[in-house]
């Protein structure tokens, strides 16, 4: 099964509002890492935590880990139409090379 | 070159037919990912290189699929006798080196090839 799964799937605001996406996953992880999609194509990539850190910070981006309860949270503050996407984490566990990704979470933003 | 390039962009083709995709990694990038993404759905993990060698071919869905890397250049994902449930998206990205202990590396993705089985 899938190492990580986000929630909400799906998420319609308001411009100027801010997005929090959540993702959980199943096994220890060296790092997880956050990607967007634009239109079914090309992942690009994001932000990512190590598995010894809390959180972290990228322009509009803030990223959380918490690792006991094996679960990250993407937050975008402040959205903008262009923010609109599909947003997945992905995970690599300890000791192996797999990236395995989430279902994704379809962001809205209206203008 | 500057990104991982993938050919074709789109591929129409007959049930039964047999397609070639192929990524061409970031110069320089040891390991490289496939992937297949079905519409409105997460990625699926297909197969990894680490140089030519394929470590993990684990989430070939089936004896149909089969890739194939010359050193740590072009890869090529070849699909025999085509089925419909065959149509995605398949997604290639490359990253400087291996993942595991103690890696971080970002993976960069190609644009994709659509396949579109009829």
């Known amino acids: 099964s899938q190492q990580g799964e986000e929630d909400p799937q799906a998420l319609s605001i308001q411009e100027g509002e801010n997005a929090t996406m959540n993702c959980s996953y199943k096994?220890?992880?060296?790092?997880l890492q956050w990607y967007r999609q634009n239109s079914g194509r090309g992942l690009v990539h994001l932000i990512l935590?190590?598995?010894?850190?809390r959180e972290k910070h990228s322009g509009r981006l803030r990223v959380t880990l918490d690792t006991s309860k094996k679960s990250s949270s993407l937050l975008i503050t402040a959205s903008r139409a262009a923010d609109t996407a599909s947003y997945f984490c992905?995970?690599?566990?300890?000791?192996?090379?797999?990236?395995?990704f989430g279902t994704g979470t379809r962001l809205k933003v209206l203008a | 070159g500057a990104g991982v390039s993938q050919s074709p962009s789109n591929k129409v083709t007959e049930k039964g037919k047999d397609v070639e995709l192929r990524c061409d990694p970031i110069?320089?990038?040891?390991?490289l990912y496939w992937y297949r993404q079905r519409l409105g759905q997460g990625l699926e993990f297909l197969i990894y290189?680490?140089?030519?060698?394929?470590?993990?071919k684990s989430g070939l869905p089936s004896d149909r699929f089969s890739a194939e890397r010359t050193g740590e250049s072009v890869s090529t994902l070849t699909i025999q006798r085509t089925q419909q449930e065959d149509s995605a998206v398949y997604l290639c990205?490359?990253?400087?080196?291996?993942?595991?202990?103690?890696?971080?590396?970002?993976?960069?993705f190609g644009e994709g090839s659509w396949l579109t089985v009829v």
């Open positions: 990205a490359s990253s400087p080196a291996g993942t595991g202990q103690g890696f971080g590396n970002t993976i960069y």
């Open positions: 096994t220890s992880i060296n790092n």
């Open positions: 935590i190590r598995s010894n850190e």
């Open positions: 992905a995970t690599v566990a300890s000791g192996t090379y797999k990236y395995i």
């Open positions: 110069s320089g990038h040891t390991a």
């Open positions: 290189f680490q140089g030519n060698s394929a470590p993990d």
